[in-house]
Antibody, heavy 118, light 110 residues
Framework: QVQLVESGGGVVQPGGSLRLSCAAS????????MHWVRQAPGKGLEWMAF????????YYTDSVKGRFTISRDNSRNTLYLQMDSLRAEDTAIYYC???????????WGQGTLVTVSS | QSALTQPRSVSGSPGQSVTISCTTI?????????VSWYQQHPGKAPKLMIY???KRPSGVPDRFSGSKSGNTASLTISGLQAEDEADYHC??????????FGGGTKLTVL
């Protein structure tokens, strides 16, 4: 069965950096695009970034362009999110998610909490 | 990216039907038929319920249906059950390999 397991969340000061990882199993990771989606406490979902199946292109929401970098290692079946220049408003649960054809998301990880606070 | 507007809350009694709307003012987003809906119970990850506006993944009950007219997509849940109480999020392709979500709607089963 498909499993996505995020790790790397925690508490970080404003301006700091954090790297999230997502270990994928149960499907051919290198065949699918992957997303990061976040959810601030008590708020709705917010799409963050997408990376194509082969890592050839990355796409971001405007609020994180230049601060966050999505990447993947298909040899390790792992997705990453490097987050720099973190702000209080980046506090959220971050979900790793598998792309379903035609721009839906068919599997989600359990999420990892990132708290940006001094 | 454009935002999608959903009602903050809807409610219905068991056995009734409810419809959740998802509206965009962006003609770009409204021009795509890549609308999906997700159910999220408290403390859990979202679950895909509808994709491509009206298609159901395997295992999703046919009580859940989706539609779209112009710039408004809708999720209808018929024969409401207690376990349907959850947050529902709409999502649309917004062009240039990006997605946009609505603010989420809390469904209360009375």
């Amino acid at each position: 069965q498909v499993q996505l397991v995020e790790s790397g969340g925690g508490v970080v000061q404003p301006g700091g950096s954090l790297r999230l990882s997502c270990a994928a199993s149960g499907f051919t990771f290198s065949h699918y695009g992957m997303h990061w989606v976040r959810q601030a406490p008590g708020k709705g979902l917010e799409w963050m970034a997408f990376i194509r199946y082969d890592g050839s292109n990355e796409y971001y929401t405007d609020s994180v362009k230049g601060r966050f970098t999505i990447s993947r290692d298909n040899s390790r079946n792992t997705l990453y999110l490097q987050m720099d220049s973190l702000r209080a408003e980046d506090t959220a649960i971050y979900y790793c998610a598998k792309d379903w054809p035609n721009w839906a998301i068919d599997y989600w990880g359990q999420g990892t909490l990132v708290t940006v606070s001094s | 990216q454009s935002a999608l507007t959903q009602p903050r809350s809807v409610s219905g009694s068991p056995g009734q039907s409810v419809t959740i709307s998802c509206t965009t003012i962006s003609s770009d987003v409204g021009g795509y038929n890549y609308v999906s809906w997700y159910q999220q119970h408290p403390g859990k990850a979202p679950k895909l319920m509808i994709y491509d506006v009206s298609k159901r993944p395997s295992g999703v009950p046919d009580r859940f249906s989706g539609s779209k007219s112009g710039n408004t997509a809708s999720l209808t849940i018929s024969g409401l059950q207690a376990e349907d109480e959850a947050d529902y999020h709409c999502c649309s392709y917004a062009g240039s390999y990006t997605l946009v979500f609505g603010g989420g709607t809390k469904l209360t089963v009375l």
